[in-house]
């Protein structure tokens, strides 16, 4: 029982802690696919869910990280990626990656023999993880854990390079993820690949530029968050519009 419970604790321990896009960013992706779906798909999500929105279920991936039995999906999150490197080129990691457990998620919810509950679960999962690809520190560096070892200060408060992208630029923001989704829809997108491994290149991308452009120790403010918050809503809007064309395309 005891090694049980250490194996469990210890797989538990993702290299992500708890820091994910915050709530709100997470939460403005739910609604802005959902303002791009379809009747039929809206239909068919509404059942999946027994009603409850995108918005509303897009966190709980996050939710149950404490929970033991979800110890197993924590790798779903993310993919470290050398900055050298592409994610073709990497030795996959055997219990899951972002990509692998997207891939997964689309399998489920496409397979008309998926009973209900299996249906519910990759959905809440996929609403989540399609925000997770788009945040650029979710495929950074193993070393620092995705930034998460680059200490910051933002705004004297310390944090790190992982959570200022997850949430501290967006809470500053301080909107509702409704105004959020809304202040959003005026973006243009034009990319509609709905290949997570091409979403995970470009966050890739972006990366490489957030890592370059700030060092341990650094003091975060409005200099920063003027320079890169245009990022931040662009992705969060891409991450919406792909999330409603793949539910369109396979419910
Ligand atoms: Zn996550």
């Known amino acids: 029982m005891f090694n049980k419970l250490l194996v469990i604790l210890i797989f538990n321990t993702s290299?992500?802690?708890?820091?994910?896009?915050?709530k709100n960013g997470h939460r403005a992706i739910g609604e802005i696919a959902t303002q791009n779906l379809t009747q039929q798909t809206l239909k068919v999500v509404n059942k999946i869910l027994d009603g409850q929105s995108l918005a509303l279920v897009s966190t709980w991936a996050d939710e149950m990280k404490?929970?033991?039995?979800?110890?197993?999906?924590?790798?779903?999150?993310?993919v470290n990626?050398?900055?050298?490197?592409?994610?073709?080129?990497?030795?996959?990691n055997p219990k899951g990656d972002i990509i692998q457990a997207i891939n997964?998620?689309?399998?489920?919810?496409?397979?008309?023999?998926?009973?209900?509950?299996?249906?519910?679960?990759?959905l809440k999962y996929l609403v989540h993880l399609?925000?997770?690809?788009?945040?650029?520190?979710?495929?950074?560096?193993?070393?620092?854990?995705?930034?998460?070892?680059?200490?910051?200060?933002?705004?004297?408060?310390?944090?790190?390079l992982h959570k200022v992208?997850?949430?501290?630029?967006?809470?500053?923001?301080?909107?509702?993820?409704?105004?959020?989704?809304?202040?959003?829809?005026?973006?243009?997108?034009?990319?509609?690949?709905?290949?997570?491994?091409?979403?995970?290149?470009?966050?890739?991308?972006?990366?490489?530029?957030?890592?370059s452009e700030v060092k341990d120790g650094d003091y975060i403010s409005y200099d920063y968050i003027n320079k890169n918050f245009s990022l931040i809503e662009l992705k969060l809007y891409k991450a919406g519009?792909?999330?409603?064309?793949?539910?369109?395309?396979?419910?």
């Open 15 to 22: 290299v992500y802690g708890n820091d994910i896009w915050g």
């Open 66 to 78: 404490s929970n033991s039995e979800f110890g197993k999906y924590s790798s779903w999150h993310y």
């Open 81 to 92: 990626i050398p900055l050298d490197k592409e994610y073709k080129q990497i030795e996959k």
């Open 104 to 122: 997964k998620c689309i399998e489920v919810l496409e397979d008309k023999n998926s009973p209900k509950i299996a249906k519910s679960f990759h």
């Open 130 to 160: 399609v925000g997770d690809a788009h945040q650029p520190l979710h495929t950074g560096r193993y070393e620092d854990k995705g930034g998460n070892d680059i200490k910051l200060k933002f705004f004297g408060r310390p944090t790190n």
């Open 165 to 211: 992208w997850d949430s501290d630029m967006i809470d500053d923001y301080k909107m509702s993820y409704t105004e959020l989704a809304e202040s959003l829809t005026m973006l243009q997108q034009t990319s509609k690949s709905l290949n997570p491994e091409d979403w995970v290149f470009e966050s890739h991308q972006e990366v490489k530029k957030i890592y």
């Open 241 to 251: 519009i792909r999330l409603a064309t793949i539910l369109n395309e396979i419910l």
